[in-house]
Nanobody, 129 residues
Framework: QVQLVESGGGLVQVGGSQRLSCAAS????????MGWFRQAPGKEREFVAA????????RYVDSVKGRFTISRDNAKNRMYLEMNSLKPEDADVYYC??????????????????????WGQGTQVSVSS
């Protein structure tokens, strides 16, 4: 069974930076497509960024393009989300998600929460003005 554990959340000032980390165990990390999502109270979970099995393909929601960077280190079984120029609207609970990627295509990525069977417990990101 896959276990995902996020870390790195906390309080940051507007315009500041923060780095989230997701540690994975239970499956071969290098076979997993990964993603970051966020959710505010009473709202649906929102796609933030995705990365393919190989790490060669990434996708972002428009609101974070140019500010956030998703990456992965298959040797460390970790995925990261580097967040820069943080805005008040970035404040949410951030979730790490994973799913097995297709064997024959290492550049597949997934954008919808329903496509991910494995989730972390979430980490709170707060942005103060």
């Amino acid at each position: 069974q896959v276990q995902l554990v996020e870390s790195g959340g906390g309080l940051v000032q507007v315009g500041g930076s923060q780095r989230l980390s997701c540690a994975a165990s239970g499956l071969t990390f290098s076979s997993l497509a990964m993603g970051w999502f966020r959710q505010a109270p009473g709202k649906e979970r929102e796609f933030v960024a995705a990365i393919s099995v190989s790490g060669g393909t990434t996708r972002y929601v428009d609101s974070v393009k140019g500010r956030f960077t998703i990456s992965r280190d298959n040797a460390k079984n970790r995925m990261y989300l580097e967040m820069n120029s943080l805005k008040p609207e970035d404040a949410d609970v951030y979730y790490c998600a994973a799913r097995p990627g297709p064997v024959s295509y290492s550049e597949a990525y997934y954008l919808a929460p329903a496509e991910y069977p494995y989730w972390g417990q979430g980490t709170q990101v707060s942005v103060s003005s």
